[in-house]
């Protein structure tokens, strides 16, 4: 089992910035990836960026070049640098880790983005 906790969201303007934390605990040695994804009302959980152990990214198109994922030094806590954000990036977004498929989520976080 893996525990996640997330922080960071809120209310923000557009073209400003958020960071999101996420920290593990459990059984993290199991873990081979991290990654953030986001639910917006009525529409899908989405995969927004991931990051593997060995310090490999990847993002959705959407936010490529605006966000930035990174894994703490401790590697159980994983970060989500969210600039020049857009109302569309409105969403609860969630932590998550990978064994061999996306297991254990987080709570959750509400980032809001007014225009």
């Known amino acids: 089992q893996v525990q996640l906790v997330e922080s960071g969201g809120g209310l923000v303007q557009a073209g400003g910035s958020l960071r999101l934390s996420c920290a593990a605990s459990?059984?993290?040695?199991?873990?081979?990836?991290m990654g953030w994804f986001r639910q917006a009302p009525g529409k899908q959980r989405e995969l927004v960026a991931t990051?593997?152990?060995?310090?490999?990214?990847s993002y959705a198109d959407s936010v490529k070049g605006r966000f930035t994922i990174s894994r703490g030094n401790a590697k159980n806590t994983v970060y989500l640098q969210m600039n020049r954000l857009k109302p569309e990036d409105t969403a609860v977004y969630y932590c998550?880790?990978?064994?061999?498929?996306?297991?254990?989520w987080g709570q959750g976080t509400q980032v809001t983005v007014s225009s």
């Open positions: 998550s880790t990978r064994l061999t498929t996306w297991s254990f």
């Open positions: 459990g059984s993290i040695f199991s873990i081979n990836a």
């Open positions: 990051v593997t152990n060995s310090g490999v990214t």
